[in-house]
């Protein structure tokens, strides 16, 4: 969605962890359109990484006055956020929100009004969301920001959530408008920290009004597929580098969406534990035997694999899995999820993926 704070990065290089939306080689992020950017990991980062939990709660006083950030013209009544920085004093109606990287994304997907945001990938985006976008001012790519074009558009708050590994210049924005920023640490950290932004711009209705939305269709799927979901095996991969691809776990951006909704994951031999996804080489595709279902990224044209997957399932040895055999590969566009709404989109291509199984 955004070009965002992350642009999808074309391999599996450095795997740093990334919006869903594409990421510069060199770590820039861009918000996803939305492919809000695309987590990976870093080979030492995201082990490293300590996961904080992304429940902002607010106080329930409301202050007014010199203490609560009274400004010269009157004074504005502010509520306290907790978020993993602390807490941090906000306006109860902020009305100059600026949304950068995974939060501006969630943002509009609430249609909470920003003055700005980080630069936007549109392919995933409503007509309506980007009429909205064209109204916005652009502040920056990524982490590159424009701390004058911020300065100029008076922000009454700032908003930031983006990989943990993606640096911002927080310091230098703190004098500028009051910022709350919520680092991810692992894909499964995403969903949870949508709902602390949304709730912190106002928009807790709209954030709880999404997750009610997946955990219907998440209810749904599992009901009333239950005998196959308790019968079938899967996998979610994609090709990385050259002669690589990644096999991803239930705690990815996808996996954690099939988790949530039953699906097994097929066994790999030698997989390690406690990683998002892992590489293979080509060499290795028959690792992926044990699944029945083989979901891979359908993030190129009109829901097309992308092109370095391309590659993976054109290999001979690919085409000797059960799963391709059975015509059970199937790509998924979303594969990078970061939103609720999105969630749904997916549990719909799993529910007819479902449908259609013997």
């Not at 994304?105 to 936007?120: E, K």
Request: a positive charge.
């Amino acid at each position: 969605m955004f070009k965002n704070t992350v642009r999808r990065p074309r391999t599996e290089k450095g795997r740093t962890l990334m919006l869903r939306t594409r990421a510069h080689a060199s770590g820039t992020a861009r918000t996803p359109g939305v492919r809000v950017a695309r987590l990976r990991r870093t080979a030492a980062g995201l082990v490293a990484a300590v996961a904080v939990t992304l429940t902002a709660s607010c106080s329930t006083t409301t202050e007014t006055g010199a203490e609560s950030g009274e400004k010269k013209d009157g004074g504005s009544a502010t509520r306290t956020v907790q978020t993993p920085d602390g807490p941090v004093k906000i306006p109860t109606d902020p009305q100059r929100i600026i949304g950068l990287s995974y939060a501006s994304a969630w943002m509009l997907d609430a249609g909470v009004p920003m003055v700005g945001v980080t630069d936007i990938d549109e392919g995933a985006l409503s007509a309506d969301q980007k009429a909205a976008v064209k109204k916005m001012t652009i502040v920056g790519e990524g982490n590159e920001l424009n701390f004058e074009k911020i300065l100029s558009l008076k922000p009454d708050l700032i908003v930031i959530s983006a990989p943990k590994h993606v640096p911002f210049n927080i310091e230098k924005l703190r004098p500028i408008a009051p910022v709350l920023s919520y680092g991810i640490g692992r894909p499964t950290e995403l969903l949870p920290a949508s709902l602390s932004v949304l709730d912190a711009a106002g928009a807790a209705e709209k954030g709880a009004e999404f997750k009610k939305a997946y955990d219907d269709k998440l209810a749904r799927v599992k009901s009333t597929y239950a005998d196959k979901l308790g019968r079938t095996d899967w996998a979610i991969v994609n090709s990385g580098e050259a002669g690589k691809f990644s096999v991803y776990t239930e705690t990815s951006w996808l996996g954690a969406v099939a988790k949530d909704a039953g699906l097994k994951f097929a066994p790999v031999a030698g997989a390690p534990k406690d990683e998002f996804s892992y590489d293979l080489s080509f060499e290795q595709i028959g690792k992926l035997k044990d699944a029945d279902v083989v979901l891979v990224d359908g993030d190129g044209p009109n829901g097309t694999p992308v092109a370095e997957t391309k590659s993976l399932i054109s290999q001979k040895n690919w085409s000797e899995l059960p799963a391709a055999k059975n015509k059970q590969v199937h790509p998924v566009p979303g594969f990078f999820i970061s939103r609720y709404p999105e969630g749904v989109k997916i549990l719909d291509q799993f529910e007819r993926i479902l449908k259609a199984l013997p």
